[in-house]
Nanobody, 121 residues
Framework: QVQLEESGGGLVQAGGSLRLSCAAS????????MGWYRQAPGKQRELVAHKTSGGSTNYADSVKGRFTISRDNAKNTVYLQMNSLKPEETAVYYCNADYYGGVVRGYLEVWGQGTLVTVSS
């Protein structure tokens, strides 16, 4: 019913760049926030970047200055521009959205399927 469509993952050389995209569709009244998380092998899932509909942003300390999150609120789409990628940032990247589904459903969250980003040396 409500889905997140991710794109942009793949293989990139260390120091290179990738741009991830995520579009939400379905029975969504409004989206409070959208963001990106990642999970590397043997590690817990962690916040990479988060952005509210009002424009507030939050970044993991390790990516500040290199990654940029942006949103098109009208299209319910979030982007993650990743520059100067490092091999240790190889992980599955997940899109997330917190949204209001209406009077019946209330406030909900949805996760994307995840997209693999591999940074090679």
């Amino acid at each position: 019913q409500v889905q997140l469509e991710e794109s942009g993952g793949g293989l990139v050389q260390a120091g290179g760049s990738l741009r991830l995209s995520c579009a939400a569709s379905g029975s969504i009244f409004s989206i409070n926030a959208m963001g990106w998380y990642r999970q590397a092998p043997g590690k817990q899932r962690e916040l990479v970047a988060h952005k509210t509909s009002g424009g507030s942003t939050n970044y993991a300390d390790s990516v500040k200055g290199r990654f940029t999150i942006s949103r098109d609120n009208a299209k319910n789409t979030v982007y993650l521009q990743m520059n100067s990628l490092k091999p240790e940032e190889t992980a599955v990247y997940y899109c997330n959205a917190d949204y209001y589904g209406g009077v019946v459903r209330g406030y909900l969250e949805v996760w994307g399927q995840g997209t693999l980003v591999t940074v090679s040396s």
